[in-house]
Nanobody, 120 residues
Framework: QVQLVESGGGLVQAGGSLRLSCAASGNFLNIYTMGWYRQAPGKQRDLVADITMGANTNYADSVKGRFTISRDNAKNTVDLQMNSLKPEDTAVHYC??????????????WGQGTQVTVSS
């Protein structure tokens, strides 16, 4: 299994910055893709950004140019640097990972979520 632990959420004013971090642990052989999703109250959970083992990145249109995703394959961590934050970025942000797990095959894991609140 894969366990994901997130950190770095909080309250910030519009225009400010936050950095989210996520560390993976468990009995896996490889982590193919790591990423971040977010869910605002009453809305569906949407992709924010993800990154492959080869560092290919993918961003939601709403965060392009403001957010940067990065990962450290040796440490099994993924970070999301969020700049120029807007009130509409307010949501619970979830770390996710797709990994090859010993005895299970490919498995998707989710973190517990971290709240990001942007005040106007």
């Amino acid at each position: 299994q894969v366990q994901l632990v997130e950190s770095g959420g909080g309250l910030v004013q519009a225009g400010g910055s936050l950095r989210l971090s996520c560390a993976a642990s468990g009995n896996f052989l490889n982590i193919y893709t790591m990423g971040w999703y977010r869910q605002a109250p009453g809305k569906q959970r949407d992709l924010v950004a993800d990154i492959t083992m080869g560092a290919n990145t993918n961003y939601a249109d709403s965060v392009k140019g403001r957010f940067t995703i990065s990962r450290d394959n040796a440490k099994n961590t993924v970070d999301l640097q969020m700049n120029s934050l807007k009130p509409e970025d307010t949501a619970v942000h979830y770390c996710t990972a797709r990994a090859l797990v010993t005895g299970l095959g490919i498995s998707d894991a989710w973190g517990q979520g971290t709240q990001v609140t942007v005040s106007s």
